[in-house]
């Protein structure tokens, strides 16, 4: 399984950006995918996972949607009303057979992307 994301960028607090991620070896719509995001010395965190219905981490509810494309087996990160403490290394990641009550783990995944800078000014 690999895992491309891109679409990251600086922009100015209360901007959109989408994050998306294209997937290969695995159909999108058989497996648990996920984003989680790693700001300056900070430690890496959940921010979204998609196993049926997405979830979210608290920080992120209300602003950022999940989705995927099966067509494309792509999935995307939708980040409205961003801010500052948004600035992150965004992770797209995989893991068939996570279940409902580890999905915010990050040693529940099996592969990892590379990584994608989104940097939000004041």
């Known amino acids: 399984v690999q895992l491309q994301a891109f679409g990251g960028g600086l922009v100015q607090a209360g901007d959109s950006l989408r994050l998306s991620c294209a997937v290969s070896g695995r159909a999108v719509s058989r497996t648990v995918m996920a984003w989680f995001r790693q700001a300056p010395g900070k430690e890496r965190e959940f921010v979204a996972a998609i196993k049926g219905n997405p979830s979210y981490a608290d920080s992120v509810k209300g602003r950022f949607t999940m989705s995927r494309d099966l067509a494309k087996n792509t999935v995307y990160l939708q980040m409205n009303s961003l801010k500052p403490e948004d600035t992150a290394i965004y992770y797209c990641?995989?893991?068939?057979?996570?279940?409902?009550?580890?999905?915010?783990?990050?040693?529940?995944?099996?592969?990892w992307g590379q990584g994608t800078l989104v940097t939000v000014s004041s």
């Open positions: 990641v995989e893991g068939s057979g996570v279940i409902q009550g580890r999905l915010r783990e990050e040693a529940a995944y099996y592969h």
